[in-house]
């Protein structure tokens, strides 16, 4: 029997601890993003809106702030990642021929493609200036290295559209690739600026990474399974672009052949409508809503059971709680 | 009077006294692409029959040369530079919409935009991963920035498409920024791992620079006025696009304005077909058609002026040589 979904919790809550620190960080995305004239200037005051939930500043600053006091390092890092992140947005939009991004027109839709392309271009070489310019060469490793694993992410999750043989385990790996890899780059620079070993540095990166995952399952849970007016978006675009997502590798493993061979036509078939519909009422009828959520609980537990590696804390408190949100979000 | 062209001085013999330091760039570029299966693998091994000139790792390793014995930072240099160049052939293919890169299919008519877009990104990734585990910051930093001048250019010039009051100085602009750059960033960074000084590392740069603008004023003069026979790929892509290069701003400023203006109707109306027969009729009419060319010669001048900063040698010999087969190359 469902329970009665658990209250929101409210983001600025949890990020009440290092309210002056995300500020700081803000400032200085701005400031990175203010210096332009023209039509660059522009396009870098449209993503400056894209401002979303700033979870990867604050995956790095809540990990450094348990450690220890904020530092610049800190503050680059979380700048960085952030910069990595709205790169990979703007292609994403090319990509996926996204309208709109976070109630705004798209890059794409307003600049159209070749600009979007050279414009995530842009971000990501400006990313990796900034990142160059940071005093540590671990960092700098790391960074580039998650950049290259985020990149072959997306590659492997693009050629695999359309592949209905993908096994769990093969998502877990392009979700893993392509999404929290980056969230565990935070957290262990984060630690790692606050000067922890090698122990701390992997637990925390392996916070991040499940904390990454969780997130991504709830994004594609959400794309395929979720209430367009809850969510505040359009739905149903993993399913558009043959995205293989969770949810669907579930319901595959549990179908007979030929309706599964169904299944799949309908999705391949681009002139069918209502797939979205159709999908979830099968979806409900083998019980499996709460399949792919089911998962992200299990890599949120995982998540929590890392933070152990850190002393007790309102810093602590506030990644576990950045955890727990992970999976009630709904936007 | 014409006098009659000199003759094609083979690159190859222009190489040979760095014959077995490219070799051994190639070497390393070849088993940084080698190491990949699957897609990525075939994306790889594609992009490495793309082999060029590989004129970027020949002024690094020429400009180390001419200084003292090669190197590791050599070889990083010059592969970190080929593979950023790549990455950006990849893009542009998308950008152009191109169907054939050096007689190959491009990325893009063989696996798509998205693939493009994405793989684009890897490269671009793994250069600067590469170029992160160089032990040396000032290569770091100035490939860095490098990477975020060619953006800049690049969109530079997306944007101004169409822009027929772009002047001669604008044109120089976008040409330093999205090509010049990183011929500068490889011969001063040639110099720098054989540990030269601030001055000799500057003269290098601006050598760099000052060949690299004569290389796209030559590329962009081909595009418009060259033989396709001759040049052995299409032409008139940039009149397609609305790239206004340096041909047409000369012929502009000859124009009276009424005629000016049927030109840039002409070249803005997407349905009109033998522009490029007719703009190049024009520009003979305006006795223009060496323009451009007399522009490169003045900065091969200005290049091969550069090199009095490094001490006579075949290797400085072998950079004036390229200098000269800037302007005389035809493919």
């Given amino acids: 029997m469902p329970t009665k979904p658990a209250p929101r919790p409210d983001l600025a809550r949890i990020h009440q601890p290092i309210a002056a620190e995300l500020e700081e960080v803000e400032r200085r995305i701005q400031s990175q993003m203010a210096t332009y ?65 976070r109630s705004l027109p798209s890059v794409n839709t307003r600049w159209g493609t070749e600009v979007s392309v050279l414009f995530g271009d842009y971000l990501f070489a400006k990313a990796f200036s900034l990142c160059a310019s940071i005093p540590n060469r671990d960092v700098l490793l790391t960074m580039a290295e998650t950049a290259k694993v985020m990149c072959l992410g997306e590659l492997l999750q693009n050629v695999n559209r359309f592949n209905f043989a993908l096994a769990e385990a093969d998502y877990i790996d392009i979700v893993s690739r392509k999404t929290a890899h980056l969230f565990g780059s935070c957290a262990e620079l984060g630690a790692l600026a606050s000067g922890a070993g090698p122990e701390i540095r992997k637990s925390m990166r392996e916070f991040g990474i499940a904390l990454g995952i969780a997130f991504q399952i709830v994004d594609d849970h959400l794309d395929l399974i979720g209430d367009e007016a809850e969510v505040g978006k359009t739905l149903g675009t993993d399913l558009d672009k043959g995205k293989v997502t969770l949810p669907l590798i579930g319901l595959f493993a549990q179908l007979p052949d030929k309706k599964r061979r169904e299944v799949e036509e309908l999705i391949s078939d681009p002139k069918a409508t209502g797939k979205r519909g159709i999908l979830v009422d099968l979806i409900e009828a083998h019980g499996l809503r709460s399949f792919a959520l089911d998962r992200a609980d299990e890599y949120v537990a995982e998540a929590k059971e890392k933070l152990s590696a850190l002393p007790r804390s309102s810093f602590r408190d506030a990644l576990e709680a950045l955890a727990d949100y992970v999976v009630v979000r709904r936007h």
Avoid: W
């Fill in 37 to 101: 004239q023209g039509v660059v200037g522009d396009l870098m005051g449209h993503v400056a809106k894209f401002a979303g939930k700033r979870m990867r500043p604050s995956v790095c600053v809540l990990s450094g702030r348990a450690l220890g006091p904020a530092n610049t390092v800190h503050y680059d890092v979380a700048v960085v990642a952030e910069m990595i992140h709205t790169a990979t947005l703007v292609h994403d939009d090319v990509l996926d021929g996204a309208d709109t991004r």
